[in-house]
């Protein structure tokens, strides 16, 4: 059981970029993906989440607008779409999940209830 955050990388201000978390040994479909992001020196803040399973959803004020969270459960994948990058956007994004078999969970999960976090993609936004 796993989640895979890919599709960081380098991207001017104003850009855009699309990051993936790919859950294998589970099926996606009714779990909730919760994204977080940490940037050096700070603290890991949760960014944006959007539940299929009870609608609840959350973005952090300063992407509001500019990010939005999309799904492709044929390819047991969701991803956060970012557009108009700023340098403070910077950080190392994570895709986490409280996964209960069985069970299932909206946005609002405590965040030392996350028990599956994908590995990290870094995501550099410079001139």
């Known amino acids: 059981v796993q989640l895979q955050a890919s599709g960081g990388g380098l991207v001017q201000p104003g850009g855009s970029l699309r990051i993936s978390c790919t859950a294998s040994g589970f099926t996606l479909r009714s779990y909730t993906i919760a994204w977080f992001r940490q940037a050096p020196g700070k603290e890991r803040e949760g960014v944006s989440c959007?539940?299929?399973?009870?609608?609840?959803?959350y973005a952090v004020d300063s992407v509001k607008g500019r990010f939005t969270i999309s799904r492709d459960n044929a390819k047991n994948t969701e991803y956060l779409i970012m557009d108009h990058l700023r340098p403070e956007d910077t950080a190392v994004y994570y895709c986490?999940?409280?996964?209960?078999?069985?069970?299932?969970?909206?946005?609002?999960?405590?965040?030392?209830?996350?028990?599956?976090w994908g590995q990290g993609t870094q995501v550099t936004v410079s001139s």
């Open positions: 986490a999940t409280y996964l209960v078999p069985g069970s299932a969970y909206g946005c609002y999960v405590p965040l030392d209830k996350y028990n599956v």
């Open positions: 959007l539940s299929p399973f009870d609608g609840s959803s």
